[in-house]
């Protein structure tokens, strides 16, 4: 028995795929177990499907959101996986540098050098830098 609606499985498996990179989204579910499995389906639906999949609301927008959430968190993996993903949403360094000056104003000068340090590693990686 499933545990998240099919159609919203596979809108947010191409959205997933679409901002994360389809290797990187399918080794995740490759690799996931009969422990994470579930999880890894739910959440593609719910996050994926449900929420990046509302139009209210574009890619890009939604990667810069997610910046400053996960900055604010403190989340630094799941911070420098959407950082890469925002790039591929069109989120320009200029714009990573203005969230992250917003994290800084918001959650403390330590979470921004924090994010300023993972971006330069992305964008370095990106050939952005």
């Not at 498996?13 to 989204?25: I, N």
């Not at 069109?90 to 917003?102: L, N, Q, T």
């Not at 800084?104 to 993972?118: D, Q, S």
């Amino acid at each position: 028995m499933s545990v998240f609606d099919e159609d919203l499985f596979r809108k947010g498996l191409e959205a997933r795929r679409s901002t994360l990179g389809r290797d990187y989204v399918d080794q995740n579910l490759a690799t996931a177990d009969d422990l994470s499995r579930p999880f890894q389906e739910a959440m593609t639906a719910w996050c994926w499907g449900f929420g990046w999949g509302d139009p209210a609301i574009d890619a890009k927008t939604r990667s810069m959101i997610n910046l400053a959430m996960l900055g604010a968190l403190g989340r630094l993996h799941e911070w420098e996986t959407h950082c890469r993903g925002a790039l591929k949403n069109g989120v320009s360094p200029e714009e990573i540098r203005a969230i992250i000056h917003v994290v800084g104003i918001y959650c403390g000068v330590p979470m921004a050098l924090e994010c300023f340090r993972v971006a330069k590693q992305v964008l370095d990686d990106s050939g952005r830098m």
